[in-house]
């Protein structure tokens, strides 16, 4: 018998507006460049989607690059497509991306239009998929022109390959041209990706207020800075499982310093107070902002996606602590 998503899925999580467009995101959205690769067990990230969407996340992060090996993630999320969601199409906002090298030779990267539409029609393939709901251009190409690549976001949006398109890594200046560009082709900019926790916050003075004055969204990828804004490094050790211990990605040994530390333990405390983990206190942080749509979290564990929903239902952050937090910040 297939899989039959909980009945009540649509009680648990706020949906927010992406920018001016008529998509509304879940407070909360579920990212799979961790943990889906080739050498992660497939029953383990069924297991994490299912409670995601259960839960009422509707929207799956992806890019052509996800894994390792490259593309692995898209072809696993087309295998949890075919055993539980396939039914579920039109209940979900699918997004992947292009801007990394995927294969060798001058195609394989980057912005040009001949690597972006190609890029797209393999992810398209590996998930089983006719369009994805978002496709971002992954990063900003110093040497294709803007035109070019905002042209070949636009000719995907017309031919029905996705519905909305979006940028990732676009500093404020960079959107402000991608975007007017893409108006002026007539498919509107409606997101851009780009990574905000309490840890690396470049985006708030150069891109958050040019997002509000475009009307486009913002998706806060790695909230909780890949694990350091939870419990899993606070009492100083690396635990076998973790991220940090992992070796595959970005999160090493050496970025969980003495002093990032320090700053989270007092973060916790303060989140302890408020009957809270610090996940949750890092979540509502970021979502504290009303140019982001949705935190985009990464998840090993079917209960720090539990963990991250409940934190989308706690109350907002009050001026109070918002100014308690920057103290712990800075200090
Ligand atoms: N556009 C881009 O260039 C770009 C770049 C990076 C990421 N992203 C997107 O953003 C998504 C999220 O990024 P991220 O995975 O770095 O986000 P994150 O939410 O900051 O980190 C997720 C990691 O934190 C740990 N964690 C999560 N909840 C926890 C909890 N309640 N308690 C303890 N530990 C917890 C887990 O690590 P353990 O494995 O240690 O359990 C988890 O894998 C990606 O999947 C991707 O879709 C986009």
């Excluded at 090996?69 to 055993?83: C, K, V």
């Excluded at 108006?183 to 926790?197: A, D, E, H, M, W």
């Excluded at 969980?256 to 302890?272: C, G």
Aim: aromatic letters at 8%; proline letters at 6%.
């Amino acid at each position: 018998m297939s899989w039959q998503a909980a009945g009540d899925r649509y009680g648990a999580l706020p949906y927010r507006r992406c920018g001016r467009s008529g998509l509304r995101l879940p407070a909360v959205s579920l990212g799979l460049w961790h943990n889906f690769g080739g050498g992660d067990e497939l029953t383990r990230q069924r297991e994490i989607v299912r409670t995601a969407f259960d839960l009422g996340i509707t929207h799956f992060d992806l890019a052509n690059n996800y894994g390792p090996p490259p593309g692995s993630a898209e072809s696993n999320f087309g295998r949890l497509l075919d055993l539980d969601l396939r039914p579920y199409r039109d209940e979900l906002v699918i997004s992947t991306k292009a801007g990394y090298t995927m294969w060798p030779g001058p195609y394989g990267d980057w912005g040009s239009r001949k690597y972006l539409v190609a890029s797209l029609d393999q992810s398209l393939k590996r998930m089983g998929l006719d369009y994805v709901d978002i496709f971002y251009h992954h990063r900003p190409d110093p040497s294709t022109p803007i035109e070019e690549t905002m042209a070949a976001l636009d000719h995907i949006v017309r031919s029905g390959r996705a519905l909305y398109v979006g940028i990732s890594n676009y500093s404020g200046e960079q959107t402000r041209l991608a975007a007017a560009e893409l108006r002026r082709l007539g498919t509107p900019c409606i997101v851009n990706q780009s990574r905000y926790s309490m840890f690396v916050r470049q985006v708030e003075p150069d891109l958050l207020p040019v997002l509000a004055q475009e009307g486009i969204g913002a998706i806060a990828f790695s909230p909780l800075a890949q694990g350091l804004l939870t419990d899993r490094y606070l009492d100083g050790r690396l635990p076998a499982d973790s991220r940090a211990a992992g070796g595959v990605g970005f999160l090493r040994r050496e970025h969980i310093t003495d002093e990032r530390l320090r700053v989270a333990r007092a973060l916790n405390a303060f989140a302890q107070e408020r009957e809270q983990s610090l996940a949750q206190l890092a979540l509502r942080w970021v979502l504290r902002q009303p140019a982001v749509a949705t935190a985009l979290i990464g998840a090993s564990r079917p209960a720090q996606v539990i963990e991250a929903v409940q934190a989308a239902r706690m109350p907002e952050l009050d001026t109070a602590d918002v100014e308690a937090i920057e103290e712990m910040l800075s200090a």
